[in-house]
């Protein structure tokens, strides 16, 4: 505002440097009031003059003691906003002071002059770089981001937010951020009704929505003041379907990566409200093709895993498990009617769920469809030990036709296989335990068949469960087939103490893993050529098995080795000489943990592998030396495997 225009309305006229020297004024005059009262009382009690009349001196000095911090607060306040706030310096004339924002700034002079500049930046104006800078520094306190909320109001702050997105230049952009960061610092505690009227006061164009969606980009916003606001997002964007065609700024993305960064105000966003899953999976395209739905459905669902509750009251956990068991109701159905070409998320965002389930779709695979859907399952899987999460509950033929689909990509694939993996390793874990503890080789069994129905219904519908001999891969089946060849060479290396639940983090480190070695040169010998499904799953389960052996020794000591021990093995070790030096030794130097089968292929000047280490695995486990820890279970093993694998029909 220019220093000259109008007082009025509202506004006073100040001049700083008079204000001040007119403090200081009152200063002197109360200090003389202060040392002349008490004197001429005395001087008018020795003649006996009536003294009351100097209560009025008494009054004065009171006035001018308790005006004076009020002055000098003003003359602060605009010494702020002129020498803190604006480049221009401190006024040396008549300033218009705003009365009105002065007291609702509770006499804060950083919060008077950040709503000044905010609210004159929201009018068309440009925000001085100096006060831009302020601010960014000052949006991280609680305290003043709250009071300049609150300030500011719901309608002007939207305001604001909306004169960025409008100019959208750089110094535009630097205001929205720090105007979105001091909306998260004081979320917690702005009260309902200003939140409310943050969702419930936007404007019918798209430019009004995206205001509101661009502050949620930044800082760390409380969770419940999140939902709601995502909720007043999601209806205003319900009302207005005529904005959508041609013109989807993508107000619903920038809602969806705000979610995506807070797993309970994601969860609490689909949950709450009965139709958002199907209005966002089905009704509502997005413009970034479903990247910002999928990361907020994945923090939705993999995030929270847990058993507490119960289905009158539900934990987090069981949440989640519902959630999965309806989206993959929803795409089923809609993949069913064939309404959409492209689906509503990523297929790396389907694999990735559905990966975090993986127990779940072998229950499902195994015995067949569960009885509700959606729905969520409370039984435990008797072939570990410990307390299943809450699962989610599938149909098989949703399940089927989910996985076709997703599995043309192989970024869904890969996660879905590296659980699948993990999992196997839970189960022969826990059946060597009881086969080394208790000679009991039943869960051994039980779980073998298991994993054989897994790999089989996961395999098909990647196109690879049954191949023809001779018939050429298609694209798809081709790099899924190097995605399983790689699960076969590095499955030992994903590691096997995480256990059920799997969250995202693990399935995320998981796949990288799995993707490194798919873009190796160096394959395995063998397994490289394979276009089998059952003959890789076979080799990883007789891997997975095995280490689970060696780890509760079943095979015998390592050191000195047992007769079975894979060290006693070894051609060439003569007496005393350290195994670990062997160049066919294929454990790791603790003696329990055998190689994966890209560490046992080393390669060889000019491109050749040299497969020695791989080549003494296999006539320790296949040619005898293994002996009878092996033999018992080998046969019923491929037994129990085989038949679980030949159980399901595509």
């Known amino acids: ?83 803190e706030w604006d480049s221009s310096g401190v006024p040396a004339e008549l300033w218009a002071f705003d009365e009105a924002l002065y007291g609702k700034a509770a006499h804060d002079p950083e919060v008077y002059a950040a709503v000044r500049k905010v609210t004159e930046a929201a009018g068309g104006g440009e925000i001085d770089e100096k006060a831009l800078a302020v601010l960014e520094k000052r949006v991280g306190d609680a305290g003043f981001a709250t009071a300049l909320m609150s300030v500011l109001g719901a309608d002007r702050f939207r305001e604001a937010m909306k004169a960025t997105v409008k100019a959208g230049d750089q110094k535009a952009r630097r205001l929205q951020a720090a105007l979105g960061k001091a909306l998260a610092a004081a979320s917690s505690r702005l009260d309902p009704a200003w939140r409310d009227k943050l969702t419930t006061g936007i404007g019918p164009s798209w430019r009004d929505g995206l205001a509101v969606a661009s502050a949620l980009r930044y800082g760390t916003y409380d969770s419940r003041f999140l939902t709601a606001v995502a909720k007043g997002l999601d209806a205003w964007d319900r009302k207005g379907e005529e904005r959508r065609p041609g013109v989807d700024p993508g107000v619903m993305v920038a809602l969806m990566e705000a979610l995506s960064r807070d797993p309970a105000a994601a969860q609490d966003f689909f949950t709450e409200d009965p139709t958002a899953l199907r209005h966002f999976l089905v009704e509502r395209a997005m413009p970034d093709q479903g990247v910002a739905l999928g990361k907020a459905l994945e923090a939705a669902t993999l995030t929270f895993r847990d058993h507490d509750g119960s289905p009158e009251h539900p934990s987090r956990g069981y949440l989640s ?62 072939g570990l030990a410990g307390r299943d999460p809450w699962g989610a509950q599938f149909v098989k033929d949703d399940l089927r036709l989910v996985m076709r689909e997703a599995f043309t990509d192989a970024a869904a694939f890969t996660p879905v296989m590296a659980a699948q993996t993990a999992s196997t390793g839970w189960l022969m874990d826990q059946g060597a335990k009881d086969l080394t503890e208790s000679k009991d080789q039943g869960t051994l069994l039980t779980n073998a068949k298991q994993v054989g129905v897994g790999f089989a219904f996961i395999t098909d519908a990647a196109g690879l469960a049954k191949i023809e001999e001779g018939k050429s891969l298609d694209e798809a089946q081709e790099r899924n087939m190097k995605i399983l060849t790689a699960v076969v060479n590095t499955g030992l290396a994903i590691p096997q103490k995480a256990g059920i639940p799997i969250v995202a983090g693990v399935i995320g480190a998981w796949t990288g893993l799995i993707e490194d070695a798919a873009q190796g040169e160096a394959e395995s010998k063998a397994r490289s050529d394979a276009n089998s499904a059952v003959d890789q799953a076979h080799i990883l389960l007789h891997d997975l098995t095995v280490q689970a052996m060696l780890k509760y020794g079943a095979f ?32 790791k130097d603790d003696g329990r943990t055998i190689m994966t089968r890209s560490e046992m292929i ?32 080998e046969d019923r093993l491929d037994q129990g495997f085989d038949r679980g694998f030949a159980q399901y029909e595509p």
């Open 321 to 382: 498990a519902k959630l999965t068991s309806e989206f993959v109701h929803l795409e089923a159905e809609r993949i069913d009617k064939g309404d959409a070409v492209d689906p509503p998320v990523k297929p790396v965002t389907t694999g990735r769920i559905l990966a975090g389930y993986i127990s779940d779709i072998d229950y499902v695979a195994m015995k067949g469809n569960d009885p509700v859907v959606p729905g969520v399952r409370g039984s435990d899987n008797p």
């Open 602 to 633: 080393g390669r060889v000047p000019g491109g050749g592998v040299d497969d020695t280490r791989l080549e003494a695995y296999e006539r320790w486990l296949y040619e005898g030396p293994s002996g009878d820890p092996w033999r018992s279970v």
């Open 1 to 83: 505002m220019s220093p000259t225009a109008g007082v009025s309305g509202g506004f006073s006229g100040l001049n700083p440097d008079a204000l001040e020297a007119f403090e200081r004024a009152l200063g002197r005059l109360e200090d003389a009031l202060g040392r002349n009262e008490p004197v001429i009382g005395r001087e008018l009690g020795k003649i006996d003059l009536d003294t009351s009349g100097l209560a009025v001196l008494r009054e004065a000095r009171s006035w001018i003691a308790s005006g004076r911090p009020d002055l000098r607060r003003r003359v602060e306040t605009i010494r702020a906003e002129k020498s």
């Open 556 to 587: 015998g000591a390592g050191e000195p080795a047992a007769s079975t021990h894979p060290w006693a093995s070894l051609e060439g070790l003569k007496k005393g000489d350290d195994p670990r030096q062997n160049p066919n030794n294929f454990l």
